[in-house]
């Protein structure tokens, strides 16, 4: 999608209202596919998402010799990984700068061939994300690593060996790193400080049932005993909690009522404890969570980001425009990015009042204190939005600005939409079904 066809018309200022369907999560479905090259059968995926973070990934896994293929059921993807092979570097470059999932090809890579090529990462621009600890894991295990323009280029001259190994913060992408590299390592491995995600859990259960041995104690160690053979899974994905997150603040700054199926209680237990004091309804059920505004004012809050079971980071933006219409000054502390709060000019642009502040406010001190990074907001409402003119910076402050469109009075051109392909599945036809007006510029009718 290019040219006019990256930029959307909302006509805001009505409610989102009906039913939607969220998959596998965007944060779990590419790893299962990458720990399906560690087998030597092939494996089934379900529930997995039309997303570009997952099209990515079957690209990579095909230039290895992974054959991808639908499965038996909608959204089912079988994963043959028995001729692995080493991939053309310019091919593999060809994915540079696409997503942050390609370098956790590292361990099933140099367990299957001895050699690796990752190209640059891509991912959200929403701090330095720096990959320090993913080198230092891997290293640890005996990998070693030459940094290149093109990226990197590791090479385990002999069988990885498992090590004891402490991350200096809880990160999401490095326990997954050690997970996909410990199954085949020699030895065991014990992991300290490691983050637990429900999505790291869900790819724990992946790894489990392709035969690995993973315990997980109280206090974030995670130990693994690397085996020689790995087989293959069939497993059905975790929903995605942050976009049913996304769509429950829809429902919240819109005055909506979105029932979204697919959502789950358990993973999103923080979140649904924030919306109640927010003023947001819910009610769950087998199937998914329905999600509302009860009418009357909602609440300001203090809110802090953190590693699970702490308020996710990629529930903030989304939630944030919810906060721009609750009644007096809420607060925001982001910990896990220094620069995620960096979306918020633009609201302010439509009206709302929000001020960034360097220092920790409402909350424990974090990394980013006294680091000169605008890392706390104090929002103050209830603000009326007024349509605008909006350029998506990532994924999450994307959908937040198509929430703000939509919860705004007049018209909004939201550039820049094609980003949110990468992580919401079908988001414009889930629009539509709600009843939001929305209209690509150049084309006669609604999308
Ligand atoms: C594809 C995917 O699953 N993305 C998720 C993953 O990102 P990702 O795995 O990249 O995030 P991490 O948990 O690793 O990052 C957390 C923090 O650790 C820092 N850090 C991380 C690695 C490192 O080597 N050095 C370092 O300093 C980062 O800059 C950041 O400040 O977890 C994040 C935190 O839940 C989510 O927001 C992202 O949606
Ligand atoms: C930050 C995110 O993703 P990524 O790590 O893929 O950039 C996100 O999903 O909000």
């Given at each position: 999608m290019t040219g006019t066809d990256d930029v959307l018309l909302v006509h805001g200022g009505n409610p989102l209202e009906g039913e939607i369907r969220v998959r596998g999560a965007k944060n779990l479905v590419p790893k299962a596919m990458v720990a399906a090259l560690l087998g030597s059968e092939p494996s089934r995926l379900r529930n997995v998402p039309d997303i570009r973070d997952v099209r990515v990934v079957r690209g990579l896994l095909q230039l290895h010799g992974v054959t991808v293929r639908p499965g038996d059921e909608p959204g089912e993807l079988v994963l043959d990984p028995t001729h692995v092979e080493s991939a053309n570097v310019a091919d593999i470059d060809a994915h540079a700068g696409s997503a942050r999932i390609p370098f956790l090809f590292c361990g099933p890579l140099l367990h299957r061939l001895g050699h690796a090529f990752i190209p640059g990462l891509g991912g959200c621009d929403i701090g330095g994300r720096p990959i320090d600890f993913h080198f230092d894991v891997l290293r640890q295990f005996g990998a070693t690593i030459e940094k290149r323009d093109d990226g990197q280029y590791l090479e385990a001259p002999q069988r990885l060996r498992?090590?004891?190994?402490?991350?200096?913060?809880?990160?999401?992408?490095?326990?997954?790193?050690?997970?996909?590299?410990?199954?085949?390592?020699e030895g065991v491995t014990e992991l300290s400080n490691a983050a637990v995600e429900p999505e790291?859990?869900?790819?724990?259960?992946?790894?489990?049932?392709?035969?690995?041995?993973?315990?997980?104690?109280?206090?974030?160690?995670?130990?693994?005993?690397?085996?020689?053979?790995?087989?293959?899974y069939t497993h059905r994905a975790l929903s995605d909690r942050l976009e049913a997150a996304s769509w429950a603040s829809a429902a919240l700054a819109t005055e909506g009522n979105i029932y979204v199926r697919g959502a789950q209680q358990r993973s999103m237990m923080t979140f649904l404890n924030t919306y109640r004091r927010v003023g947001g309804a819910f009610e769950i059920d087998d199937e998914g969570i329905r999600f509302w505004h009860p009418g009357g004012s909602l609440n300001a809050i203090a809110l802090e980001t953190d590693v699970h079971p702490g308020f996710q980071t990629d529930w903030q933006q989304p939630l944030v425009v919810a906060l721009t219409q609750a009644s007096g000054l809420s607060i925001v502390h982001e910990t896990v990015y220094e620069s995620r709060l960096g979306f918020t000019s633009a609201l302010n642009q439509m009206g709302a009042h929000i001020q960034l502040y360097r220092e920790c406010l409402g909350g424990s001190d974090c990394r980013f204190g006294q680091r000169n990074f605008?890392?706390?907001?104090?929002?103050?409402?209830?603000?009326?939005?007024?349509?605008?003119?909006?350029?998506?910076?990532?994924?999450?402050?994307?959908?937040?600005?198509?929430?703000?469109?939509?919860?705004?009075?007049?018209?909004?051109?939201?550039?820049?939409?094609?980003?949110?392909?990468?992580?919401?599945?079908?988001?414009?036809?889930?629009?539509?079904?709600?009843?939001?007006?929305?209209?690509?510029?150049?084309?006669?009718?609604?999308?």
């Open positions: 498992g090590c004891k190994i402490r991350l200096p913060y809880p990160s999401v992408g490095s326990t997954e790193q050690v997970l996909l590299t410990a199954v085949l390592a790291i859990e869900d790819l724990i259960c992946v790894l489990q049932k392709m035969g690995a041995i993973i315990s997980m104690d109280t206090d974030r160690t995670i130990r693994i005993t690397g085996v020689d053979r790995l087989g293959g605008l890392h706390s907001a104090v929002v103050s409402g209830p603000t009326k939005l007024q349509g605008a003119d909006l350029v998506i910076p990532d994924l999450r402050g994307g959908f937040s600005y198509l929430i703000a469109a939509l919860a705004a009075q007049g018209t909004s051109r939201v550039h820049g939409i094609d980003l949110i392909n990468r992580g919401y599945e079908n988001f414009m036809d889930k629009l539509v079904e709600l009843g939001a007006k929305v209209e690509l510029p150049g084309k006669s009718s609604l999308v």
